[in-house]
């Protein structure tokens, strides 16, 4: 399909064209720039980025949230970050086995995103496919990643609304890993609050504000049994309602984060370009002493 | 002190001049890039990458590899990149806290470096303290990151070899991350084997290579009971005898990765610098509608 008729699809709510087009972001940025072009920039979705450790459920409080704004009536999209192998081909924890609570819905659409090799590649098609859900109509999209690098935390800087989520027990890596989620959030929830240790977990959270400039809301929720979700929804919502309102810094934040990301992968992508051809024959070049590191890598990256 | 004065005090072994080095390497690239290029290309140290979910006991698995280096009489360095926070200030987990066993012993150079920000300056970073350590006459530095993100990964790059570290019963969102660590690899180990289900890990590991080009030893240890760490040396050991015998292959991998993060930290230091700068405005003009997305993008990093 032609990318006007892609872009004039999507903006009508062509589901299998929104496929198609996040397709495009994934595999082929220069299609996708032109793709970008034609939709122009994002206009009413309210983006909510999901980070957090491994493995303390933003999956399934995300799918709690999603039910959540179904009741009220609004189209949500997902966007899941995961990381992946080449080895093994692609998403393991794939669109499939994710929220399963919603298929059949054509009011949710969820897409789980690859990352192969560069980081800046995956920011910008994650943020290529949020224009993309923007630019088909849905209210409320999910940005969800794994938050422990730098690199992914950087990803939900595209959102409006930044949702960390945390459990009881994080062992001492996982503290340090945290930490560095403590500048992104707007709301933070300890997730499993069933599990022993939510209460202290609250407090240290707390506790690494103290003297900050800010203090963002600190809740605790369980996404299995529901409890606190509403209130997690409330902290959610008192953001949204700010955005509703044009509020202009948090439309400045996001596509702020979207041009920075769009830039950083085309940097990136440039670079591995480069890279991808010279290194060998440069390290090569090292080895003979023909030339010094430094030089090599100015090479390239001129 | 000046950087030749420097570069020829680390050349002699001297801690404080090291300790100083990396220091630059950390805050003053363009400083660090002039004290590499008075240091000349890598000669004698094998470079061991550590990576794995956190959580696994990379740190414990090291401490117990340091003692047995030092029992061979060798000079042992670690380079342990630690996520981190501007808002706690620097590294949580701190060298205080890490392998205690050592302090004291004037041949073990422990050295945490943090990640303030872009992930391509703390790869760059990170391979500078390696070249610095290398230059100060270590045999063997373990190069130490959490290996969640796809950048974390690409650090281990510019190791002889690459240890993988898991455990028994990673769950889901953890499953998913170790993906990214499959091709990365020369020895895998499931740490923690006196939990339950270290042997269907083992297994699950070994199932990931089925069919691939490569198998590289997957191997069951207790870092805390010992049990295990002298066949994880041997692993480990098989590698370090084909670096020194001089097998060039190996040779080219460390210095590629070395010149791949040298020019990724020039190119995305350049970028930062650029984005710092500009991305306020343009994004108040694509708000106004002056400017695409695109537009301010390519304008960001032309």
Same mark, same amino acid.
């Given at each position: 399909m032609q990318l006007p008729k892609l872009a004039s699809a999507i903006r009508k709510g062509d589901r299998a064209a929104l496929a198609k087009g996040i397709t495009v972001a994934e595999n082929d940025p220069s299609r996708a720039s032109a793709l970008m072009r034609a939709l122009g920039p994002p206009t009413n979705s309210f983006v909510v980025g999901v980070t957090g450790p491994p493995g303390t459920g933003k999956s399934t409080l995300v799918d709690k949230l999603i039910g959540s704004y179904r009741k009220m009536g609004l189209k949500v999209g997902v966007v899941a970050v995961d990381p992946t192998s080449p080895l093994t081909g692609g998403a393991l924890l794939g669109d499939r086995i994710r929220m399963t609570a919603h298929t059949g819905d054509r009011n949710v659409y969820i897409r789980s995103m690859a990352s192969r090799g560069w980081t800046g590649g995956l920011s910008r098609a994650a943020t290529d496919a949020i224009r993309l859900m923007d630019a088909a109509g849905f209210d409320i999209i999910f940005l969800e990643t794994v938050g422990i690098g730098q690199s992914d935390i950087e990803v %939900?800087? %595209? =959102?409006?609304a930044v949702l960390v989520v945390l459990m009881p027990g994080l062992g001492d890596d996982i503290q340090v890993s945290k930490a560095g989620l403590m500048e992104v959030g707007d709301v933070y929830v300890v997730n499993k =609050?069933?599990?022993?240790g939510a209460d202290p977990m609250v407090v240290s959270i707390l506790s690494l504000f103290r003297g900050a400039s800010r203090s963002p809301p600190v809740l605790k929720a369980s996404a299995l049994s529901g409890e606190g979700t509403e209130k997690l929804l409330g902290a959610i919502e008192a953001v949204r309602a700010r955005f509703v309102s044009g509020e202009e810094a948090l439309r400045l934040r996001s596509v702020r984060g979207m041009i920075v990301e769009t830039a950083r992968g085309a940097a990136m992508a440039k670079f591995a370009a480069v890279s991808e051809r010279g290194a060998d024959s440069l390290a090569r070049r090292v080895v003979k002493g023909e030339l010094t590191i430094e030089a090599a890598a100015a090479k390239l990256a001129p």
């Open positions: %939900v800087g %595209v =959102s409006h =609050s069933d599990l022993e």
